[in-house]
């Protein structure tokens, strides 16, 4: 085989998430807005706890080259696919607020039903119905 430009690793969520936190990995300005729905991040969330395969993340290393943040990359991973994913990821997960189209900030919480029958979805976009349980976890 020839010169193999790249390299295919596994890692799990928590060591993708901590990467985000610590900025190990940062999304680059050319990416586009965060455009997902509350219900794909929940699918999402499903898709993961199902041990379902949810895609690759691509990244690369690369010096001067512009963030999302504002700030110039120097030498962390940069997102190159997977923005949606990992975007969903910290807003579900770690709590960011993600801006929606009207540049607003705005949270995605999942709720998880650990007694969900078969037929029923174990996880939910958490609205007001789910408030009251929350302040009942909170209480505990």
Excluded: C
């Excluded at 985000?20 to 050319?30: A, L």
């Excluded at 923005?83 to 009207?102: D, F, H, M, P, S």
């Amino acid at each position: 085989m020839g010169n193999q430009k790249y390299e295919i690793e596994k890692h799990s969520v928590d060591t993708i998430l901590s990467w985000i936190k610590t900025k190990e990995v940062v999304i680059p300005e050319i990416q586009r807005p965060f455009v997902w729905k509350a219900v794909q991040v929940r699918n999402l969330i499903d898709s993961l706890y199902n041990g379902y395969p949810v895609g690759y993340l691509i990244v690369s290393r690369s010096h001067d080259l512009k963030l999302k943040d504002g700030t110039i990359s120097k030498g962390q991973r940069i997102l190159i696919d997977g923005q949606q994913r990992v975007t969903a990821l910290t807003a579900a997960i770690l709590g960011r607020t993600v801006l929606n189209k009207e540049y607003q900030e705005r949270p995605i919480r999942i709720a998880y039903n650990p007694f969900a029958k078969e037929e029923e979805n174990a996880f939910e976009v958490q609205d007001q119905s789910h408030l009251k349980s929350k302040r009942w976890i909170d209480d505990i």
